[in-house]
């Protein structure tokens, strides 16, 4: 499985971006879908996870309300819709996928987001 991540940007206090995670090869074994972030000094973190049926969802708790994860199976896409952005949420965020269900076995590219105040 293969990952292409793309839609970071710099983005001012209270601004919007959506991130795309692009999937390709063999897809039809991936259980979830998630994004990370490493922030400058900090541990990487989820951010959020959406099963591939989507009937399951996770987010952190600084996400919940402003971030939205959502998925095209047609496409293999999956999206991180980031509303109300705050400088804290800079970051590189990375989107992974997990075939078993307790691993996060592959990972794309980070894309660069940042906040500014």
């Known amino acids: 499985v293969q990952l292409q991540a793309s839609g970071g940007g710099l983005v001012q206090a209270g601004g919007s971006l959506r991130l795309s995670c692009a999937a390709s090869?063999?897809?039809?074994?991936?259980?979830?879908m998630g994004w990370f972030r490493q922030g400058p000094g900090k541990e990487r973190e989820i951010v959020a996870a959406?099963?591939?049926?989507?009937?399951?969802?996770y987010y952190l708790n600084s996400a919940k309300g402003r971030f939205t994860i959502s998925r095209d199976n047609a496409k293999n896409i999956v999206f991180l819709q980031m509303n109300r952005l705050k400088p804290e949420d800079t970051a590189v965020y990375f989107c992974a996928a997990d075939e078993t269900g307790n691993r996060w076995l592959y990972w794309g590219q980070g894309t660069q987001v940042t906040v500014s105040s």
């Open positions: 090869g063999r897809t039809a074994g991936i259980y979830k």
């Open positions: 959406i099963t591939w049926r989507g009937d399951k969802t």
